[in-house]
């Protein structure tokens, strides 16, 4: 167990709709990162959010938005879903005083069909 | 721009042999590096960090890592394989207050 919680696990829904993945942070932890991994590729930077704050943005649809909330578990909103938006989705966290790299959950795997 | 690459995209070798992984980065200022390994559908698991002091640093399940400045490079070794390790290794580079950036990552597979 990192100490970093997503859920759900898996998630299968019709395109066209709309899907919450969630994220905790490790205790601790102020920063929120969110990645998408396509089939067979790399990490792909969403979204970074500090104790609640939006800090940096990656190649993140307009279809997909984010936040981080006063108890500093995150939330990823996806809408509109196309079959292309199957991944696996990663959230990460890291320290607020120390800087000691990312902890990873164990992502959410979201089909569309 | 800070930027990771890792040329080998796949890597076969046999179990009992020695492996190496390569990363070489780019980054304007002391670089934090990272190995991670990604076991099918699951996250990212830290393997070794280097911050400061001695080049080679050991991390988890046997495997060491050095840092070449001279060379930008943070190469992962193992000495001896199992067929546990077959997984995706990632390479990343950032600093504090700075996002890691995080190379494709070699996929490797061991052969009985």
């Known amino acids: 167990d990192s100490g970093v919680t997503q859920t759900p696990k898996h998630l299968i829904t019709a395109t066209g709709q709309r899907v919450t993945l969630r994220c905790s942070p490790r205790s601790g932890d102020l920063s929120v990162y969110w990645y998408q991994q396509s089939l067979d590729q790399g990490l792909q930077f969403l979204i970074h959010?500090?104790?609640?704050?939006?800090?940096a943005k990656g190649n993140i649809l307009e279809r997909f938005s984010a936040q981080q909330f006063p108890d500093l578990h995150s939330e990823l909103n996806l809408s509109s879903l196309e079959l292309g938006d199957s991944a696996l989705y990663f959230c990460?966290?890291?320290?607020?005083?120390?800087?000691?790299?990312?902890?990873f959950g164990s992502g959410t795997r979201l089909t569309v069909v | 721009a800070q930027s990771v690459t890792q040329p080998d995209i796949h890597i076969t070798v046999s179990e009992g042999a020695s492996l190496e992984l390569r990363c070489n980065y780019s980054y304007g200022a002391t670089p934090y590096l990272f190995w991670y390994v990604q076991s099918p559908g699951q996250g990212l698991q830290l393997l070794l960090k280097?911050?400061?002091?001695?080049?080679l640093v050991q991390g988890i399940k046997g495997f060491e890592a050095e840092f070449k400045r001279s060379q930008s490079s943070f190469n992962l070794r193992k000495p001896s394989v199992h067929w546990s390790d077959a997984a995706e290794y990632v390479c990343a580079v950032g600093s504090a207050g700075n996002m890691l950036t995080f190379g494709g990552g070699t996929r490797l597979m061991v052969k009985p």
């Open positions: 280097y911050f400061s002091g001695d080049t």
């Open positions: 959010y500090y104790n609640g704050e939006e800090r």
């Open positions: 990460a966290s890291s320290g607020g005083q120390v800087f000691r790299g990312y902890t």
